[in-house]
């Protein structure tokens, strides 16, 4: 089987179905490399798919890019990045433009768009601490 042409096809069918390339249909984290990722590790009854090789249709977002680095596959192969896509692409969300995501996560935290409050317990440490 030929990936990259399965992912290719896989986007274009779900942007047919009036999706959107990565997915995510009504379900803003139901992205493609997440869904694979989660179906992969369920298939595998793992949490590391070490020996897996996983195609992209693009260079992944933060949330994604985060997903891939939890589950450790051999590598990821994508096929188009963010700067070629970027004059097809819009969005409607309020935090989020294409341009700057990325920059927002090395952002201090009380310096990102997205408005985030600490409400510390210790209760919530000690969870950690089991």
Same mark, same amino acid.
């Given at each position: 089987?030929?990936?990259?042409?399965?992912? !290719? $096809? =896989?986007?274009?069918? $779900? *942007?047919? $179905? +009036? +999706?959107?390339?990565?997915?995510?249909?009504?379900?803003?984290?139901?992205?493609?490399?997440?869904?694979? *990722?989660?179906?992969?590790?369920?298939?595998?009854?793992?949490?590391?798919?070490?020996?897996?090789? !996983?195609?992209? =249709?693009?260079?992944?977002?933060?949330?994604? =890019? +985060?997903?891939?680095?939890?589950?450790?596959?051999?590598?990821?192969?994508?096929?188009?990045?963010?700067?070629?896509?970027?004059?097809?692409?819009?969005?409607?969300?309020?935090?989020?433009?294409?341009?700057?995501?990325?920059?927002?996560?090395?952002?201090?935290? +009380?310096?990102?768009?997205?408005?985030? *409050?600490?409400?510390?317990?210790?209760?919530?440490?000690?969870?950690?601490a089991l």
């Amino acid at each position: 089987m030929n990936f990259a042409e399965h992912t !290719i $096809n =896989l986007a274009k069918e $779900n *942007v047919r $179905n +009036g +999706g959107r390339p990565f997915a995510c249909t009504h379900d803003p984290t139901a992205r493609a490399e997440i869904l694979a *990722v989660r179906a992969a590790c369920m298939k595998l009854q793992t949490e590391h798919l070490t020996d897996c090789e !996983i195609y992209v =249709l693009a260079s992944p977002c933060p949330m994604c =890019l +985060g997903s891939l680095y939890y589950c450790s596959p051999k590598k990821v192969i994508y096929l188009t990045t963010r700067e070629e896509y970027s004059a097809y692409y819009t969005d409607n969300r309020k935090y989020f433009e294409l341009e700057t995501s990325y920059d927002e996560y090395s952002k201090l935290i +009380g310096e990102r768009r997205l408005p985030m *409050v600490k409400e510390p317990r210790k209760e919530a440490l000690e969870v950690y601490a089991l």
